[in-house]
């Protein structure tokens, strides 16, 4: 694939897979979610909703509506167009209680790096990271921008059950869990933030393109930060720009 | 107000509407009622539009008692039975109860999923702008989890108006092969594997429910390029294929993203079909092209409107030749007794 194209992956009848490549790589981000935003602007007829995910936007339609050949023009046409620079997101600062029982897996984790676990939150919040999408359960943010000394492969027997807000790595991934899940991640350390809350306006802190730095947090404020996030702060903080 | 008070429901019973949708984005997956057709033609009957929510019945019945007023309920979607006081409904027709009498819906002799619409609609607040519960996620229904006894279920319309509704004639039973549009991934298949899926059978797991049903039969071959991807959006009706090589089909509850390969994806007129079907039933697919399904889908459309502009008021024995005709296109709509 030359730079500019595009595939377009059937989904049924009722939804198109546009795909720019096939890595973790901000420039294609970049490129999907200035796909997504022309949609949501354009809005065609039959649009349901767009999905935006690391390396394509998954559009979703009514059948009976959408004009499919027409929307295969106009993307093929827009494509090279697409800006593969990342816009400047919201940035948010989110605290962190690292290591204990916020964090199971850091001293095995740095161990594995022969760091210290120190050494390791000092390399975990060193980047400003970035929101390549949102998925799998509600508020689920992926990020991007992990140091590669510290990737670390999946476990081979993952949890089954791990509690909401889990901050974990797996392979060159970094995640801000929402709720309870099973992952097979390294966790690293626990955030008060809720990213999704239902009935909390608005529901949904993180989105695509955001930026997210963390901010290493003592374990004496989680009760604190906990409640306040419980009662609907976001106690994650917008930074100024 | 008029009262659903719920006095048993099976562990999986839940509230359903044609779905949320626009928040995938944010990882919340569309949840809605695991067979739209059923649902809308248990709307139709009490004259509803076909999204509004309803109960959803999961192989397990239950009782509801009327508090309060009166209500107007009709079913369709698995062969249950219904009752008021005892006393059965006919099927495809609506009824009403009055206050203090008793709804009962059967569990399943055949099918899985059955809806039970009440005329006006349920003054359920809505989450994400839809009532429908996602079961995993606990977004949606009635304070985020199932139906239980003890549940009271505010009504939007006191007193139902009007003579009862009826289909006239049965509905034609779909059956054949489940549809399929092969893609997103199936460069990550050997084409032995596509032409496994297509020409072999396949039998329903155990493991079945609103998320998805696992299959089992032969296994399918991943491709040299593996069996991860970078994680990418899933389309309801997706078949995902993780490393074992036996195919998960992702429906209603599905996770919005996931990094399996999906080899194809099930196209909307056979999903009600599909989600009925319980397990150890075989199934057996067959792939059409794009353009071929969204013909498919204009017809189940088509069809389905003139099953609902069929329904006429109950009692009334006038049924001519052409409209029982008009009955037996009934392709995309399904007959969940199947």
Known sequence: MTPGDVRFLPCGDAAVTVEFGNAIDP??????????????????????????????????????????DAFVRGVTQLAPTLDPNPRPGRRWKVPVIYGGEFGIDLEA????????????????????????????????TYLGGLDPSIATPRRLDPRPHTPAGIISIGG?????????????????????????????????????????????????????????????????????? | MTLLAILAA???????????????????????AMDRAS???????????????????????????????????ALAG???????????????????????????????????????????????????GSISLHHRTGVGGLGGRSLRAGDRLPLLLAEPSGPERALPGAIQAQSGPIRVVIGPQEDYFTASAIATLVEQEYRISDQADRMGVRLTGPKLEHSAKGYNIVSDGIPTGAIQVPGNGMPLILLADRQTTGGYPKIATVIGADLPRLAQSRPGTKLRFKTVERPEAVRIAKAADQAERELFASIRSAGLASLDSSELLALNLVDGVVDARG
């Open chain 1, 27 to 68: 420039a294609i981000s970049a490129r999907v979610l200035a796909l997504d935003a022309a949609m949501n602007a354009e809005r065609p007829a039959g649009l349901v909703e767009t999905v935006p995910t690391y390396r394509s936007l998954m559009v979703q339609f009514d059948p009976l509506v959408f004009d499919y």
């Open chain 2, 39 to 73: 649902l809308g033609l248990a709307n139709a009957l009490v004259g509803n539009g076909p999204g509004a929510a309803a109960i959803e019945f999961a192989l397990a019945g239950g009782r509801l008692k009327v508090e309060g007023g009166a209500a107007r309920v």
């Open chain 2, 78 to 128: 698995a062969d249950c039975t219904l009752k008021i006081d005892g006393t059965a409904v006919p099927l495809f027709t609506s009824a009403s109860a009055r206050d203090g009498q008793t709804i009962e819906v059967g569990s399943a002799r055949s099918g899985v999923f059955a809806y039970l619409a009440v005329a006006g609609g349920l003054a359920v607040p809505p989450t994400l």
């Open chain 1, 172 to 241: 060159i991934q970094a995640l801000i869990g929402g709720q309870a899940m099973p992952s097979g991640w390294h966790i690293l350390g626990q955030t008060p933030v809720r990213t999704f809350m239902a009935g909390r306006e608005p529901a949904f802190l993180t989105a695509a393109g955001d930026e997210v730095v963390f901010v290493p947090t003592d374990a004496s404020r989680w009760a604190e930060l906990d409640r306040a996030a419980e009662a609907g702060e976001p106690v994650a903080e917008l930074v100024a720009r």
């Open chain 1, 109 to 140: 984790t740095a161990e594995r790096h022969g760091l210290t676990p120190t050494q390791l939150i000092d390399k975990h919040c060193a980047p400003v990271y970035r929101v390549y999408m949102i998925g799998f359960m509600p508020g689920f």
């Open chain 2, 10 to 32: 099976g562990p999986a019973t839940s509230l359903q509407d044609s779905g949320r949708f626009g928040w995938q984005r944010f990882g919340v997956g569309p949840a809605g």
